[in-house]
């Protein structure tokens, strides 16, 4: 009976593979091209594809989990409708792989890299992200990028530091998925190994401003599709909290995006299929990649740098730097009632403890935390209070 099963579940897999010939485009990616940095005997008999494996790990990584109390943009503000970044990373995988089934490509790749591009994302959003790089800096670990850690995670991290093993496509993807660099056209750098993943990471935090580009039109589907997700729904949270009015957006802008979020949504994936299709490259059109930058202006202008939405940082900073340091101490100490000791190493590989400094595991233990256990570490009377909206 089991070999019978086995024969039909390789037939079903062997389907699968067939399948993806007759129906992906010849520039897409397929799961047979899939390379993990270590072999796996179990997977040889797994009749899944890999990149749907890799969809899996993902899903069930402790990483994924956190994304339920992770800050997208707003931080510190009681309201129920407020994006978050579990959201956000749903989003970017639905417009995605819409993206990709139009356009022939991998979708099983696509949902990997979208569902895990965002894991490495400190507390409290983009601000978290760079007072942690500041404190990486000064303690001689180099620049942190949300990017990098969300590699660092899935890769060395999970798993009491044997990570999941992921296949290179699906980390590189990960990697190269910055979507606060805005480029109208994306051309994969499909000439990629583990090693020049290991070298641009290292490259990367020595320079951050060092591009990287996906190997995969996957990869540049979900790059793309990251601003897609975020740039207009940001706007419907600050219209939500009184921060603008929808008619403060320029007629330049809505007059070729339009002025809601499904609207631009709409608009940004449409031209993405119309310009992409049948090219071996993912990019926008002229007219639309203006209005798209005009639009990141506005909204950089009117709500990332918006007072009300800095109100907490510096009480943030100096709590971010307390623990740091506090931790930094713990591990030099050895003491091993901090909780660094008993909920980020307890059951962490001796590996992962030789090949990281003091410095490091503290950049990861602080880099993983969700806003509402970060702010659970400091003492009671220095947290800020979240505002009711």
């Not at 009632?337 to 307890?346: E, G, H, I, P, T």
């Not at 950049?363 to 509402?372: E, K, P």
């Amino acid at each position: 009976m089991e070999k019978f099963e086995e024969s039909v579940l390789d037939s079903l897999k062997h389907a699968l593979d067939e399948r993806e010939t007759a129906f992906l485009s010849p520039v897409a990616t397929r799961s047979g091209q899939g390379l993990r940095r270590r072999s796996e005997l179990r997977l040889e008999t797994d009749y899944r594809q890999v990149f749907a494996v890799d969809v899996d790990r993902v899903l069930h990584s402790r990483a994924y989990t956190r994304y339920i109390d992770k800050t997208q943009v707003f931080y510190l503000i009681q309201h129920d409708h407020i994006t978050h970044r579990v959201l956000h990373v749903q989003l970017v995988s639905k417009i995605a792989r819409t993206i990709g089934r139009f356009l022939g490509l991998n979708e099983d790749l696509i949902e990997a890299i979208a569902l895990g591009h965002d894991i490495g994302h400190t507390p409290f959003g983009h601000d978290g992200e760079s007072i942690l790089s500041k404190l990486c800096v000064v303690h001689g670990v180099g620049y942190f990028h949300h990017n990098l850690q969300s590699v660092q995670f899935l890769d060395r991290v999970e798993r009491n530091g044997r990570g999941w093993n992921l296949c290179l496509h699906t980390l590189d993807g990960i990697l190269c998925h910055d979507g606060e660099v805005h480029n109208q056209e994306l051309r994969p750098d499909r000439h990629k190994t583990f090693d020049t993943l290991d070298r641009a990471i290292s490259g990367k935090k020595t320079d951050p401003q060092m591009p990287l580009v996906p190997m995969t039109l996957e990869g540049c589907v979900v790059r793309m599709a990251d601003t897609i997700a975020y740039i207009g729904r940001d706007l419907e949270d600050a219209i939500r909290l009184d921060m603008i009015r929808r008619d403060d957006i320029t007629g330049s802008i809505t007059s070729v995006l339009g002025n809601t979020n499904g609207t631009i949504v709409y608009n940004l994936v449409t031209d993405v299929i119309r310009t992409s299709f049948g090219n071996p490259f993912i990019a926008f059109s002229h007219e639309v990649y203006e209005a798209l930058r005009k639009l990141k202006e506005f909204n950089l202008e009117r709500i990332y740098m918006h007072p009300d939405v800095k109100i907490h940082l510096k009480q943030i900073e100096q709590l971010f730097g307390m623990l740091f340091d506090q931790y930094l101490e713990d591990l030099r100490r050895e003491n091993t009632d901090s909780v660094v000791f008993r909920q980020f190493l307890k059951d962490m590989s001796g590996d992962y403890v030789r090949d990281h400094q003091p410095e490091e595991i503290v950049r990861d233990f602080i880099a993983g935390m969700t806003d509402r256990y970060f702010l659970m570490q400091c003492p009671e009377h220095l947290r800020p209070t979240p505002r009711a909206v």
